[in-house]
T-cell receptor
Framework: GAGVSQSPSNKVTEKGKDVELRCDPI?????LYWYRQRLGQGLEFLIY????????KSGLPSDRFSAERTGESVSTLTIQRTQQEDSAVYLC???????????FGEGSWLTVV | AQSVAQPEDQVNVAEGNPLTVKCTYS??????LFWYVQYPNRGLQFLLK??????LVKGSYGFEAEFNKSQTSFHLKKPSALVSDSALYFC????????????FGKGTMLLVSP
């Protein structure tokens, strides 16, 4: 597609349930990022994939969070046993190579009730 | 470690007046600097970037930013604000290494009054 595509756009889940968020990067982009934005706050880095290198997982807040990416394509962010504090917008972004512009998707809005 | 500071939570300006949204950064080595805008309930849109070359960078929607190495600043400017410019603005920095992430400031809300 023309831009970074994220799904679902909105998700309401019950506390304790697992959720999966999907990101389709721009075709040909080698780098993929996940960020979290809580209501009224800035962007919090979660994880970064660059080609076939080992991902930078330094931003993942707990072991309930994990992400995978197959090659240079789709990525899935999984949150297990969701908590209310996980409620946020999860933003995915991609870029063609390090140093170039990063392009964001519209985000997946997660609400844990 | 790299960091970005946006000292103002909110900037208020009247339509037609010039606007400035401040950003300072801290990074080892030469920075790549970016500005993004976020409209309500939307993702981030790229506005402009500084990689190298001319310190004055022009971007989308009439915005520009000036890279000042001595002051480690990258302030966003526009000569004449529009009500439609009202949004949340994020400054971001990364280093041009082979493996680096983008670090964002906390954002500045710009409110342009009619």
């Amino acid at each position: 597609g023309a831009g970074v595509s994220q799904s679902p756009s909105n998700k309401v889940t019950e506390k304790g349930k697992d959720v999966e968020l999907r990101c389709d990067p721009i075709s040909g982009h080698t780098a993929l990022y996940w960020y979290r934005q809580r209501l009224g706050q800035g962007l919090e880095f979660l994880i970064y994939f660059q080609g076939n290198s080992a991902p930078d997982k330094s931003g993942l807040p707990s072991d309930r969070f994990s992400a995978e990416r197959t090659g240079e394509s789709v990525s899935t962010l999984t949150i297990q046993r969701t908590q209310q504090e996980d409620s946020a917008v999860y933003l995915c972004a991609s870029s063609p190579s390090t140093g170039n512009t990063i392009y964001f998707g519209e985000g997946s809005w997660l609400t844990v009730v | 470690a790299q960091s970005v500071a946006q000292p103002e939570d909110q900037v208020n300006v009247a339509e037609g007046n010039p606007l400035t949204v401040k950003c300072t950064y801290s990074v080892s080595g030469n920075p790549y600097l970016f500005w993004y805008v976020q409209y309500p309930n939307r993702g981030l849109q790229f506005l402009l970037k500084y990689i190298t070359g001319d310190n004055l960078v022009k971007g989308s929607y009439g915005f520009e930013a000036e890279f000042n190495k001595s002051q480690t600043s990258f302030h966003l400017k526009k000569p004449s604000a529009l009500v439609s410019d009202s949004a949340l603005y994020f400054c971001a920095v990364r280093v041009p290494s082979g493996y680096s992430t983008l670090t964002f400031g906390k954002g500045t809300m710009l409110l342009v009054s009619p």
